[in-house]
Nanobody, 123 residues
């Protein structure tokens, strides 16, 4: 069974950092691009960053202005989202999702989703 599970969310203060993890099982990262998304209350889900399958190139789909970075550890079959200088407007449920080899900023192009992890940033 192909699964993604996010972890690492929590409650932090403005300016602090968090690193989210997305653990994949049932498939290898080398065959699929992985994207990070977020959904704030009352808003649509939006793409943040994506890492492509074969070459590991990264793509930004949201104006996080360099505060967030995506990386992966192939040996652990895990993708990470490093979030620095967090702001209250970053409060959302964060999801990772799987698409084909190439990255896409469209939610509809992703076909395996994790359950999400909550990030709350207070001022």
């Amino acid at each position: 069974q192909m699964r993604l599970v996010e972890s690492g969310g929590g409650s932090v203060q403005r300016g602090e950092s968090l690193r989210l993890s997305c653990a994949a099982s049932g498939f290898t990262l080398g065959g699929y691009a992985i994207g990070w998304f977020r959904q704030a209350p009352g808003k649509e889900r939006e793409g943040i960053l994506c890492i492509s399958a074969r070459d590991g190139n990264t793509y930004s789909f949201d104006s996080v202005k360099g505060r967030f970075t995506i990386s992966r550890d192939m040996s652990k079959n895990t993708v990470y989202l490093q979030m620095n200088n967090l702001k209250p407007e970053d409060t959302a449920v964060y999801y990772c999702a799987r698409t084909t080899i190439r990255c896409s900023g469209e939610v509809g192009d992703y076909f395996t989703w994790g359950p999400g992890t909550q990030v709350t940033v207070s001022s």
